[in-house]
């Protein structure tokens, strides 16, 4: 739909990538991917959700936190540059499906269902996997916790991403936070953030992006402006 409302032709292929709240960074290395190996130029990357639409408005536990948003990034190839995407790396750990998940969907109750979600269970989770991604990707880089400028979490939870700064000794002033803006909008979260201060970022900036969603999915990114 989005490839037809833009005019494009079928020589761009167009597809979904579908990892919960970790959508974006999982279509970032996807679209990164055919970008490196010479199979595309330009790429558009757009997260999106439509959470009202799953969600049980008696369950006060999960309603309050989601919303519906939809942001989008094009990335463009180019040439003896250091710039861009540095590294991207996205994991998924299936035993923990249960923890937050919809109960249904077309395959299986032919119905949507509702979100479900073990809150503690998904906090503690998303705590651990946020830090060891964050640890994992400073690791492969040679850099340390002072070479990074902007941190992008997904904005799933305030109090995640305090723990996550408390936890990493992070300084609060380098977190982007705009959940109080949109909620929790799952893909869309980052994108939405990165729009929030794209004019204010500068260059030479080293920008970590990080992500955890239902499945368990997570991922992070480093991108050098």
Known sequence: MVQKNLNITSECPAFDVSAACSGFIYALDVADSFIKTGRAKHALVIGADSFSKILDWNDRASCVLFGDGAGAVVLKAEENTDKGIQYCKIYSDGSYTDFLMTSGGVATTQASGVVTMKGREVFKFAVEKFCD??????????????????????????????????????????????????????????????NEIKDTIGTNKNIVLLSMGAGFTWGAALIRM
């Open 133 to 194: 991604s964050f640890r994992e990707l400073l690791k492969q880089n040679n850099l340390t916790i002072d070479d990074i400028d902007l941190v992008v979490p997904h904005q799933a939870n305030v109090r995640i991403i305090n723990k996550l700064i408390d936890v990493l000794k992070i300084d609060s002033q380098k977190v982007v936070v705009t959940i109080d803006k949109h909620s929790n909008t799952s893909a869309a979260t980052i994108p939405l953030a990165l």
